[in-house]
């Protein structure tokens, strides 16, 4: 865990073991969003039958807190490592706009689903992000891919049917059913849960995609503008989705939050650990870490969710989540974990060619001598 790995552009020694815990900690923080939203929302927190004690809507609220979190968090950060100048100085473009503004709805759909149908189905619907940034990029960016790259994309892409019950094994065999279950008795809206699933992967695709521009951006300085309009992208959500309270029939849209001091407390643990620490940490790894490994640890977030919907919630893990869940993680870490083999590869390349280079010219001074 020592080993280290030199950033020659920044003259930064990337320090691999301390970004690879920090980098687990980040996707641990990101996996326990379902416990605290539960756990800040709802009447009983182990049984979803009782209701939430709040709106529907409540989820996109709770994604505005963390977001405002987020944005607190890197104003500290940005003050704190003197980069004010450097936050003014950068020209605020559409792609970050969009980014942040994306990852906010995405972040809004993505806690209102946990709280409307299954842990599994929620985080293997957001997984689907992958896929619609690479298509993205492949349609407006002309981005190349390669056969290895289709393969994974048709895997994850596979998993997520898996692991929504979509495709897999039966009682009769195996089927492929796109009809989604509307309803259950713990939960009642689980249709349109999985309907905000899907809109979460869409937008957390799109937020790569736009995110994709402008690297050259300070991470401190983007981060600020990012989580600005990240909490506009929560809040458009918040308010479209408690507006249709307003709607006959459709009362239970309609905020009315009377959280209780245990939900309050869920509430900040959701805000403080899935906000300034995960994302905290989260900017450690991206220091010490190679984008390969950085993406494929990452992928650290669905086996934690599955876990707690598993262990604390209680809900059924089926072979068909299992084989959706490996999928969707094999998909996605196979062309980083290549790309870190070949970084690997390349890095020893040139220490070798670098000793025996040194070892030629000290050769040549002694043959002078």
Known sequence: MAQENTNATEGYQMRLGWGTIAMLISATGMGLVPLFSRWATRTDMFDGTMGLNAGDSVGALMACGRMGMGVLFFIILMVATHKV??????????????????IGMSLACYVTSTLLTTVANAVLFIYIG????????????????????????????????????????????????????????????????????????????LSMFFNGYRKDADTTARGVWNFIFAVLGAGIITIILNSLGSQPGMGNWA???????????????????????????????????????????AYWEVPVAIFVGLVVFGEALTVN?????????????????????????????????????????????????
């Open 255 to 297: 905020l009315n939050v009377h959280f209780t001091t245990f939900n309050w407390i869920g509430a900040v643990l959701l805000w403080i650990i899935c906000g300034p620490i995960a994302l905290g940490f989260l900017l450690v790894a991206g220091r010490n870490l190679p984008a390969a490994d950085y993406g494929t640890i």
């Open 85 to 102: 100048k450097t936050f003014k100085e950068l020209k605020l473009t559409p792609a970050i706009a969009l980014g942040g503004l994306m």
């Open 130 to 205: 992958p896929v619609v940034c690479v298509l993205a990029a492949r349609i407006f960016r002309k981005e190349p891919m390669s056969a290895l790259q289709w393969i994974c994309l048709l895997a994850v892409f596979i998993g997520m049917l898996f692991g929504n019950n979509l495709m897999g094994f039966g009682e009769n065999g195996f089927f492929i059913d796109f009809n989604l279950v509307p309803s259950t008795p713990e939960f009642p809206q689980k249709g349109v849960g999985d309907a905000f699933g899907l809109a979460s992967g869409v937008f957390y695709g």
């Open 321 to 369: 989540t299992i084989i959706g869940g490996l999928l969707i993680i094999a998909g996605g870490a196979i062309p980083s974990v290549k790309g870190m083999v070949a970084g690997r590869k390349a890095k020893q390349q040139e220490e070798i060619a670098e000793n025996l280079s040194a070892r030629i010219a000290e050769q040549e001074d002694i043959e002078g001598l």
